[in-house]
């Protein structure tokens, strides 16, 4: 059985590894029919997604978006930035993605399509930053990732099932 070391380098060798992967593969990513992005094309939407996360560590992001490379590249970069994942699938009824938020309590909520406005009162009453994933990905901010100390118990992700 590892010791805790033992699985601290475990664990950190894995988001070192996942960064080189992504950030040198010149290898196919994402391809969706005739779109066609590389790990390379990743990398730099995550940067620009980074600029808004390299400030937190083990903060819940979530992220209300469709099956989109943008998307992947948003959990891609909260991974790598030490926070949480929290996905939010935006087909989902409002009253549950409420109760999913409310539950989760993330600081912050990536989209990248429209949220219903309940869940906008919401994340305003309770401070959660909401922002476009895609102005984001537009803007020329970039922030390279500074890999911080992950530890083998930290939250990767917080995922909610049907409940069935």
């Known amino acids: 059985m590892l ?18 992967i992504i950030r040198d593969s010149q290898n196919p990513f994402y ?6 992005f590389s790990y390379q094309d990743c990398y730099k939407k995550m940067l ?3 600029s808004v996360l390299y400030k937190m560590r083990n903060k819940r992001i979530a992220l209300h978006t469709t099956k989109s490379f943008e998307a992947y590249c948003g959990i891609f970069s909260i991974f790598l930035s030490g926070n949480v ?4 699938n935006p087909t989902q009824p409002a009253n549950r993605l409420k109760d999913m938020i409310k539950v989760a309590e993330p600081q912050m909520i990536l989209t990248d399509c429209k ?3 309940e869940i906008l009162e919401h994340a305003a009453k309770e401070k959660i930053k909401v922002l476009n994933l895609q102005e984001i990905i537009g803007k020329n901010d ?13 939250i990767a992700y917080i ?3 049907s409940g069935s």
């Open 31 to 36: 391809i969706y029919y005739d779109k066609r």
């Open 48 to 50: 620009n997604i980074n």
């Open 85 to 88: 994942w929290v996905p939010l």
């Open 115 to 117: 949220i219903d406005e």
């Open 3 to 20: 010791n805790t070391e033992g699985k601290e380098n475990i664990v950190k060798q894995f988001y070192e590894s996942l960064y080189h």
């Open 142 to 154: 970039h922030k390279e990732f500074e890999l911080c100390d992950f530890n083998y118990d930290d």
């Open 159 to 161: 995922m909610f099932t």
